[in-house]
């Protein structure tokens, strides 16, 4: 089992930041992706980024240049800065785990607006 505890998400006006934090604990694989989902209400679950073990990043062209994603294995903890933020990034962020199987946070709900 593994549980992910994700902290960082909150309001923030457009144009700002906001860091969020996934911490994995519990039966890590030495091998694994993290990284994080957003949904919001009436649409389809849509992939932000995620990153691999070897520290590749991967992005939804709509975070491009604005937002980054990095780990600490040190730590199995993943962040995700996110700069430059719109309205429409307002969503329910949720992190995930895959090794040999996916493991969800609880998720953590971001607002952008003023």
């Known amino acids: 089992q593994v549980q992910l505890v994700e902290s960082g998400g909150g309001l923030v006006q457009p144009g700002g930041s906001l860091r969020l934090s996934c911490a994995a604990s519990?039966?890590?694989?030495?091998?694994?992706?993290m990284g994080w989902y957003r949904q919001t209400p009436g649409k389809q679950r849509e992939l932000v980024a995620d990153?691999?073990?070897?520290?590749?990043?991967n992005y939804a062209d709509s975070v491009k240049g604005r937002f980054t994603i990095s780990r600490d294995n040190a730590k199995n903890t993943v962040y995700l800065q996110m700069n430059s933020l719109k309205p429409e990034d307002t969503a329910v962020y949720s992190c995930?785990?895959?090794?040999?199987?996916?493991?969800w946070g609880q998720g953590t709900q971001v607002t952008v607006s003023s």
């Open positions: 990153i691999t073990s070897g520290g590749i990043p």
């Open positions: 519990g039966s890590i694989s030495s091998i694994y992706t």
């Open positions: 995930y785990y895959w090794s040999f199987r996916v493991y």
